[in-house]
């Protein structure tokens, strides 16, 4: 009979391995990291796979050795620098079976001064899926015939500089901020002459312990911590489920990392500016105020420090500029969002009602907190809708 693995001690070791040569920013990057190189094990147990992405804004900084040490735990890799699409989506289909696709330096491709990869890009997101399939022409001249290229596959990417990689490939990928190892972090140097053959050894206990849980993650859906809804969920729905078959102390451990990557994750994202904006009168300008004058919003936002409003292509953001970016959105009435009168002492001023704003809030803005729970899942603060306060709503002050 073959051995029975212990799924929660099998990914202990996989962290362990990663801990001798990684410095990760944040804790759950090493829970995360280890789920994802077992869900490589399992792509045909889900519907969709995360890619998985190494992102800093300067070299050095330690995104190549982790892909070097996901490199011997992962099947079949596949070390892609500046590998087109063609190359890829042949691999893929490749009968010989499916590689794990480790691209390095893909900031080549798609950073600012590459120009548009748009084949690559729709490869990277097809991919994503099971049933992402790339179409292309095979054949000469008039005997040509369209044949469906398979691109469900493990991705994992490096990134250096600022804006390297797109956002359709960005959400749907487990994002880990490399920065430099400062003088106190040490690591041991990785030697491929020697330690590969461990992370080998890891690789195929991993393989056996996929064959040994496939059926089961196959038939499960993993509960999602409160709050990690649509692309995060997709994201996260493959490694929950492996932590969940390892059993022990994983499944409570990976629903915190999912929370602590997601909400580091919205954080770095602000979204669209539409966003950005909506997001900053919630959560800076009126929270708590059922309304307030244009000129007072104004002068909040542009005294936000890094933010936007202050130098809207060399001015500051205007009552004008303002009133075209929130009539964009929906009021609960469904009708544009408008400034309205607002009576005062001694005057009446064009303002904006948070009662107008509270619909597109609930809709476009991320939850303004995630924290995790020590149960299965995590709570997140529900969004009340805002009261009138007693502090004067008409001051400018921030």
Not at 160 to 185: K, Q, Y
Not at 363 to 369: E, F, I, K, V
Request: overall charge negative; hydrophobic content about 40%.
């Amino acid at each position: 009979m073959p051995e029975t693995i212990d799924g929660a001690a099998l990914l202990n070791d996989v962290e362990a391995f990663h801990r001798r040569f990684n410095v990760f920013p944040r804790e759950g990057a090493y829970v995360a990291v280890a789920l994802w190189d077992a869900h490589a094990h399992l792509l045909d147990a889900f519907d969709s796979t995360p890619r998985i992405a190494f992102l800093s804004p300067e070299p050095g900084s330690g995104k190549s050795r982790a892909l070097e040490v996901v490199e011997t735990l992962v099947p079949r890799p596949m070390l892609a620098v500046n590998a087109r699409a063609a190359a890829l989506f042949r691999s893929v289909s490749d009968s010989a079976g499916r590689p794990t696709i480790l691209y390095d330096e893909i900031d080549t491709v798609f950073g600012p001064k590459a120009g548009d990869n748009e084949e690559l890009r729709g490869f990277l997101n097809a991919g994503h899926r099971r049933s992402g399939v790339t179409y292309r022409c095979v054949g000469d001249g008039g005997n040509q015939t369209v044949v469906e290229f398979p691109s469900y596959s493990a991705v994992a990417v490096a990134v250096a500089g600022l804006g390297g990689l797109p956002d359709t490939i960005t959400t749907r990928s487990v994002i880990i901020r490399m920065r430099r190892r400062a003088r106190n972090e040490k690591v041991e140097p990785f030697r491929a002459r020697l330690h590969e053959a461990e992370g080998n050894k890891l690789r195929d206990r991993l393989a056996q312990w996929a064959e040994q849980v496939h059926k089961d993650i196959a038939g499960c859906w993993p509960e999602m911590p409160d709050g990690v809804t649509d692309r995060a969920a997709d994201v996260w729905e493959p490694l929950l489920a492996v932590a969940d078959a390892a059993g022990g102390a994983w499944p409570e451990r990976a629903r915190a990392a999912c929370v602590e990557l997601v909400s580091a994750a919205r954080a770095d994202d602000k979204g669209s500016i539409g966003i950005r904006l909506l997001t900053d009168l919630r959560d800076h300008v009126m929270a708590g105020i059922d309304r307030l004058p244009t000129v007072a919003i104004l002068d909040r936002l542009c005294a936000l420090e890094e933010a936007p409003w202050a130098d809207m292509a060399g001015r500051p953001l205007d009552s004008r500029g303002l009133a075209k970016m929130l009539g964009e959105y929906m009021t609960t009435d469904n009708t544009p969002i408008k400034a309205r009168n607002i009576k005062t002492a001694g005057a009446v001023l064009k303002g904006y009602y948070a009662a107008d704003l509270y619909d597109a809030w609930e809709r476009y803005c991320p939850p303004p907190l995630l924290r995790a729970a020590t149960s299965a899942t995590a709570a997140t603060p529900q969004i009340s809708a805002p009261e009138t306060v007693a502090a004067d709503p008409f001051s400018s002050a921030t």
